[in-house]
């Protein structure tokens, strides 16, 4: 069975730093793109970041860049969220997702922006006052 | 203010059909990108629902059926039921952005 599974969320100060990771089975980890995927608490989904299968391409929202680090280990099947320089507005439920591929008559290819087949439970980043 | 446009909420009765609506523009669906939809359950991850504008994961129901055109995408549901009681979100990619967009999310009650 393929599953994702967060976890490195929990309560920080603005300003501080945590990471997430996820780990994946049942799925050659390796051969797909995975992202992040945010959602504050009562709103709506927002792409974080991205990384291409080989780690050789990273993605990021404006957001975030500059201050969220994306990676993978891909002989640990996992992915991780390095997050700095927080700010309330990160607050949220932090999902991973493996990226799906397109595949056309002949061939498939993985687009780091395609559709996301498998999500992980979510894991939750909250600010202590 | 998302990229893509859903209306906020939409109802229907349980046996009738509704249409979800995803507005976009030149930058991402109508450039051509593929629109995918996800289901969110109260309380869950978002499930893929349809994927590439119109095809069906393993799993779902024809009730759900997907289409682009121009700017546009739609999700429709026909034969509502109250398990189909959920928010629903499209996303695409945006090539002015270089990044994946989803829209605002559409909240599905069945009367």
């Known amino acids: ?129 | 203010q998302s990229v893509l446009t859903q209306p906020p909420s939409v109802s229907g009765a349980p046996g009738q059909r509704v249409n979800i609506s995803c507005t976009g523009s030149s930058s991402n669906i109508g450039a051509g990108y593929d629109v995918h939809w996800y289901q969110q359950l109260p309380g869950t991850a978002p499930k893929l629902l349809m994927y590439g504008n119109s095809n069906r994961p393993s799993g779902v129901p024809d009730r759900f059926s997907g289409s682009k055109s121009g700017t546009s995408a739609s999700l429709a549901i026909t034969g509502l039921q109250a398990e189909d009681e959920a928010d629903y979100y499209c996303q695409s990619y945006d090539s002015s952005l270089s990044g994946v967009v989803f829209g605002g999310g559409t909240k599905l009650t069945v009367l």
Request: hydrophobic share 30%.
């Open chain 1, 1 to 129: 069975e393929v599953q994702l599974l967060e976890s490195g969320g929990g309560l920080v100060q603005p300003g501080g730093s945590l990471r997430l990771s996820c780990a994946a089975s049942g799925f050659t980890f390796s051969n797909y793109a995975m992202s992040w995927v945010r959602q504050a608490p009562g709103e709506g989904l927002e792409w974080v970041s991205s990384i291409s299968g080989s780690s050789t391409s990273t993605y990021y929202a404006d957001s975030v860049k500059g201050r969220f680090t994306i990676s993978r280990d891909n002989s640990k099947n996992t992915l991780n969220l390095q997050l700095n320089s927080l700010s309330v507005e990160d607050t949220a439920v932090y999902y991973c997702a493996k990226v799906g591929e397109y595949c056309s008559s002949t061939s498939c290819t993985h687009y780091y922006y395609y559709y996301m087949d498998v999500w992980g439970k979510g894991t939750a980043v909250t600010f202590s006052s």
